[in-house]
């Protein structure tokens, strides 16, 4: 269910929030006007969070890159951009739990498989609660990188799977 925002003034100073936010992209103020939908959880709303790719890890980077430990580390947003993000993103989803707290700011494309480290099209509030939440997540990139960086699967066919569907990548990519 998508639900409006109760004012106009609300939208404004969402679509203002997102201006204001270091990194942030075009199109993505059209997101700050409107809700997303929470009925595809434990999934990000796919219009307003579809995925996106670091484009300097591609198959042929993955060894100096995502397959280097450590590496995540050097391109992980700092909190004074994912915070002010995470906020936003709430609202947004209309969730009634406003504490910052009970979600991750989390990559739909996770950096671990090369996703875009500050583009709010891959970031969204993951719910801490629920049967399939952000640490279950964790787990299912973890075993994809190793996939990829063992040669298993391929970058592409880790990162189709992930960003379509996280809670079945494992069984997609016959890993798991």
Do not use: F
Not at 1 to 13: E, F, H, K, N, S
Not at 150 to 171: E, P, V, Y
């Amino acid at each position: 269910m998508r639900v409006r925002l109760g004012t106009a003034a609300a939208a404004g100073l969402l679509v203002a929030a997102a201006l204001a936010l270091p990194g942030a992209v075009a199109g993505t103020a059209a997101h700050a006007s409107t809700t997303c939908s929470r009925s595809y959880l434990p999934l990000p709303d796919p219009a307003c969070q579809p995925g996106a790719y670091n484009p300097d890890v591609t198959q042929s980077t993955i060894h100096s890159t995502i397959c280097v430990s450590g590496w995540t580390s050097t391109v992980r947003p700092p909190t004074s951009y994912t915070n002010p993000l995470k906020v936003q993103q709430i609202a947004q989803y209309g969730y009634a739990d406003t504490s910052t707290s009970d979600y991750e700011e989390d990559h739909l494309v996770p950096l671990e498989l090369g996703g875009a480290p500050r583009d709010p099209r891959n970031l969204w509030p993951e719910p801490y609660s629920g049967t399939k939440t952000a640490s279950t997540k964790d787990g299912v990139e973890t075993k994809l990188k190793n996939a990829v960086c063992s040669g298993r699967i391929t970058l592409s066919s880790a990162r189709s799977a992930i960003r379509s569907n996280w809670t079945t990548a494992l069984a997609v990519t016959g890993i798991g």
